[in-house]
């Protein structure tokens, strides 16, 4: 059974940086794709950031130039190094890993979210 856990949002002034963890437990699984998405209140869940097996990203234009996307595929852990946070960058965080069993196409699962309060 695959379980995505996150860790590391928390409450931080504008101009702030943060770093989010995604660990990746289970067995006899691979992971394609992984990626970051987040949802304010009142809002639909967008996308943040993706990164391939590869390692080769891609991120929101709201994002781009203070996000970092990265991945330990030993480790099965994705981060999110966000750095000049903004007040609008606050949301619950989510991560998102297509795993891929010996049969059959990937399958999406999610973390449970982590809060991450961007204060002016």
């Known amino acids: 059974q695959v379980q995505l856990v996150e860790s590391g949002g928390g409450l931080v002034q504008a101009g702030g940086s943060l770093t989010l963890s995604c660990a990746v437990s289970?067995?006899?699984?691979?992971?394609?794709?992984m990626g970051w998405y987040r949802q304010a209140p009142g809002k639909q869940r967008e996308l943040v950031a993706t990164i391939t097996s590869g390692g080769n990203p891609n991120y929101a234009d709201s994002v781009k130039g203070r996000f970092t996307i990265s991945r330990d595929n030993a480790k099965n852990t994705l981060y999110l190094q966000m750095n000049s946070l903004k007040p609008e960058d606050t949301a619950v965080y989510y991560c998102?890993?297509?795993?891929?069993?010996?049969?059959?196409?990937?399958?999406?699962?999610w973390g449970q979210g982590t809060q991450v309060t961007v204060s002016s």
């Open positions: 289970g067995s006899r699984f691979s992971i394609n794709t």
């Open positions: 998102n890993a297509q795993i891929k069993y010996s049969i059959g196409v990937p399958l999406p699962y």
